[in-house]
């Protein structure tokens, strides 16, 4: 278990799992497909070059948007850069088509599959091309009109648990088997294995050590992130970004530290679970946020925050700093998405498993638990272990495994725990339903100043202004994002490949200010018919996106009173509010906000709104509420213990046992759940120990 000071600032490759043997598109609908790509990011020429691949525009355009990008060009980039970026279509990025293939192979719904093959089957087709596009001409024959700051130090050795092939099931046995490695699951580990039991931590995921982060984009989203990146719902109108690797969440979330405001505490205890307005809960908080390091100490605010926080003083708007858990250190790092380097933020990985590690408790990665067990007798019904199948890392070697264990939790987050419970055969009416995702969207904003947006501590900073607009809790926060391209593109709205070129190349200049509500109304998780795996059905309300909307607005108004010279309200229609540059000298504004030119915007905008799921689409980082705590067994899914109603030694312990959306970043409120839960279970079992040595 030792831990080195120091090692190379070189990025360990990560591979990544073997591409499927059988594709299932055709070499004809591979064409179609990566020409549909080609469309969203053409290759650009002016009207005086004939070649059939590229988006002809004419030469007035070539050369203003040619000048547009050369005047934000930093010093080391050169005209003949602006004509290659000019000239790269979608497709002549050399890993795309792996990286499809695998997103269309292993990680989308049969469902999803057998559209996205049908539907470029019709483009091939004159028929089909024409109901889709309005031209006989099969789509793909039609003309197209980062270095991490920090030094990066050694984390956590872990020893996993290694099993050969075999035929016969492997049998192993513990007090605890805790089923997922993210922030619910890391806290149990850690006070369960203090607390003197043995304890079996499994995820279905795989451990990166630290000197494989910053993975680059591609590589993060298949071995970080569920379902390959991003899952949409049914309706597409919202895409969900959950971790899914050693460490969960904790592992690609961006250090926020804030814990549950009184307002969302009174509610969940009005509703009959008096915990959380009690001092137990405050020091399961301070405790979990202790071991963490939590504070605001070494805070370097990033562009993005500064003007966060200034334009909130300029306009009279609540906002703070946001507490990091990174044990008071500099971590003035805007990659932690892919990894933290450095190991300086600690999540899971870092701190509550090597904790438990320390206090034996023992880890297998790579096994995905299909089932839980329950003892062989009709009442009650009392959960006994889990079954599941264990893959090497290299995906050669496959083996089943049993684990026997007097008490089970289920820790696999907010879209995989109640697919568990369904899949075990539990019947609870609420497993999956209560569903609260946190609806957002995100404001960019072009400044004059290099704003360097990758770099610097991901969210510092919060305005709590609007986050209870209905006086009961319901409103939104104003938050910093991560500014990855790959992440931060997918934001811009698409208007044409045009516009689409000209505005990334200008993601130097630009910052993110994230719009994020705390939902009133819910949807809920089943399993696909076709292969189990979670199906998101959730539309953000009218309430809800009006919420957003009111929130868009006051980001829209940051970004002018600081002086941004481009703002892009989030909504195809609407165009992005321009003006003459601003020297930071004339700042703060003469007549603030009540520019005649910038209010007619703004009031034009405020009418088309932020309607979902057309012709907008919201975004989801945190997931809360499918296995509903509450105070009877007709109202939710576990008990005030974390217990699931009807079922002895079966516990949940992850932000799925949340009454209702938390309303801040949901790490903290997890952990401190957990914690409870996890206290509450190493007293059962001290009680049940204690009991059968009186017997003996």
Not at 104 to 127: D, K, M, Q
Not at 136 to 145: E, G, I, N, S, V
Not at 551 to 576: L, Q, S, Y
Not at 656 to 662: G, L
């Amino acid at each position: 278990m030792a831990q080195s000071s120091s090692t190379s600032n070189l990025i360990t490759p990560t591979p990544l799992p073997p591409l499927p043997e059988n594709d299932i598109l055709s070499q004809a609908q591979w064409v179609t497909l990566l020409a549909l790509v080609d469309t969203f990011i053409p290759s650009l020429a002016g009207k005086e070059n004939t070649h059939p691949e590229k988006l002809h525009i004419s030469s007035e355009d070539y050369t203003r948007v040619a000048e547009s990008i050369v005047a934000d060009l930093p010093d080391n980039c050169s005209e003949d850069d602006v004509g290659r970026y000019l000239e790269e279509k979608g497709s002549d990025i050399p890993a795309l088509r792996d990286h499809f293939r695998r997103i269309i192979n292993i990680y989308i719904p049969a469902e999803a599959r057998r559209g996205l093959s049908l539907v470029l089957t019709a483009l091939n087709t004159r028929i089909g091309s024409l109901a889709l596009t309005r031209s006989t001409t099969p789509f793909h024959l039609q003309p197209t009109d980062v270095p991490a700051r920090g030094k990066r130090t050694h984390g956590f050795d872990y020893n996993f648990l290694q099993f050969h092939q075999g035929d016969e099931p492997v049998t192993l046995a513990f007090d605890v088997i805790i089923v997922g490695s993210g922030c619910g699951g890391g806290v149990c580990a850690k006070a369960l294995a203090e607390a003197g039991n043995s304890v079996l931590v499994t995820d279905k995921a795989y451990h990166f050590p630290s000197h494989h982060f910053p993975m680059d984009s591609g590589d993060a989203n298949i071995h970080l992130m569920e379902s390959g990146g991003a899952i949409l719902s049914d309706d597409d109108s919202i895409a969900v970004f959950a971790g899914s690797t050693w460490g969960g969440g904790g592992t690609v979330n961006w250090s926020a530290s804030l814990q549950t405001q009184a307002f969302v505490r009174k509610e969940w205890a009005d509703d009959g679970l008096p915990f959380f307005t009690s001092a137990e809960f405050q020091h399961s908080l301070d405790r979990v946020c202790q071991r963490m390091g939590v504070s605001t100490e070494q805070i370097e605010h990033n562009y993005g925050n500064r003007v966060l926080l200034e334009g909130a003083r300029l306009l009279g708007y609540s906002a703070a700093e946001v507490p990091q858990n990174t044990s008071g250190q500099d971590h003035y790092c805007g990659y932690c998405t892919f990894g933290c380097a450095a190991s300086v933020k600690q999540g899971p990985a870092n701190c509550f498993l090597p904790d438990a590690a320390r206090a034996g408790a023992k880890f297998i990665e790579g096994f995905h638990v299909e089932k839980i067990l329950f003892e062989d007798k009709p009442s009650p019904t009392t959960a006994s272990g889990v079954s599941g199948t264990w893959t090497s890392r290299d995906r050669w070697t496959k083996r089943n495994i049993i684990v026997n264990a007097t008490k089970v939790i289920v820790s696999c987050g907010t879209l995989q725990s109640p697919v568990l419970l369904l899949r075990s055969g539990l019947s609870n009416h609420y497993i999956g339903r209560n569903l609260h995702l946190h609806p957002s969207t995100t404001v960019t904003a072009i400044y004059d100043d290099e704003t360097r947006p990758w770099e610097g501590g991901i969210l510092t900073s919060v305005l709590h202004e609007f986050e209870n607009t209905d006086g009961h809790g319901h409103g939104v926060k104003l938050e910093t994002m991560t500014m990855m391209p790959a992440w931060i593109a997918n934001t811009v709205p698409w208007k044409s490949g045009v516009d689409f070129k000209e505005r990334v190349s200008k993601f130097h200049h630009m910052i993110g200010i994230v719009v994020i509500a705390r939902d009133r109304d819910s949807g809920r998780i089943y399993a696909d018919s076709n292969d189990g795996r979670p199906r998101i059905q959730y539309t953000p309300s009218r309430f809800d996106t009006n919420n957003i909307c009111e929130g868009i607005a006051a980001a829209a108004k940051i970004a002018f009173i600081t002086g941004a010279r481009e703002i892009n309200w989030p909504h195809p229609d609407v165009p992005p509010y321009r003006r003459e540059s601003i020297s930071q000298a004339s700042l703060p504004l003469e007549n603030g906000i009540n520019d005649p030119q910038f209010q007619s915007w703004i009031t034009s905008a405020r009418h088309k709104g932020f309607m979902c799921p057309e012709p907008c689409i919201s975004g989801s980082a945190h997931q809360m509420g499918t296995c509903r705590m509450s105070s009877s067994p007709g109202r939710g899914v576990v008990d005030p213990s974390g217990k699931v109603w009807g079922v002895e030694s079966l516990y949940v312990a992850d932000a799925s046992i949340f009454p209702s959306a938390s309303g801040v970043n949901p790490m903290v409120t997890n952990m401190a759940i957990s914690d409870w839960v996890s206290q509450g279970i190493a007293k059962d079992l001290a009680d049940e120990k204690s009991q059968i040595k009186a017997r003996l």
